[in-house]
């Protein structure tokens, strides 16, 4: 396992955007990896998840068309594009990648959408 670590979070206005990022690059930039969210009082639910080189991406339903992943194609860096957020997006955002049949995790990053 490796220990992950999220940022880009934030607080933002309904409409705003953020870009969300899961480190260590060293590690991160070379494996697919998922992200998952945890709004308050509910359970962690999956948002969205890309392949290593980035050709392979899926999202879910309430994440399509408002989140969308980039990869800089010269260091293979992979970013969560959240945009046009709504007060449901409000929740910690963690990043997973599952290697081997192992999970690892970060601490998550803090997304606030309120006025």
């Known amino acids: 396992q490796v220990q992950l670590a999220e940022s880009g979070g934030g607080w933002v206005q309904p409409g705003g955007s953020l870009r969300l990022s899961c480190g260590p690059s060293?590690?991160?930039?070379?494996?697919?990896i998922s992200w998952y969210r945890q709004p308050p009082g509910r359970a962690r639910e999956w948002v969205a998840s890309?392949?290593?080189?980035?050709?392979?991406?899926s999202y879910a339903s309430f994440a399509q068309g408002r989140f969308s992943f980039s990869r800089d194609e010269a260091t293979g860096a992979k970013y969560l594009h959240l945009r046009n957020l709504e007060t449901s997006a409000t929740a910690m955002y963690y990043c997973?990648?599952?290697?081997?049949?192992?999970?690892?995790w970060g601490p998550g990053t803090q997304v606030t959408v309120s006025l």
């Open positions: 997973n990648v599952r290697r081997y049949g192992e999970d690892s």
């Open positions: 060293e590690f991160t930039n070379g494996v697919g």
């Open positions: 890309i392949g290593s080189t980035g050709g392979v991406i």
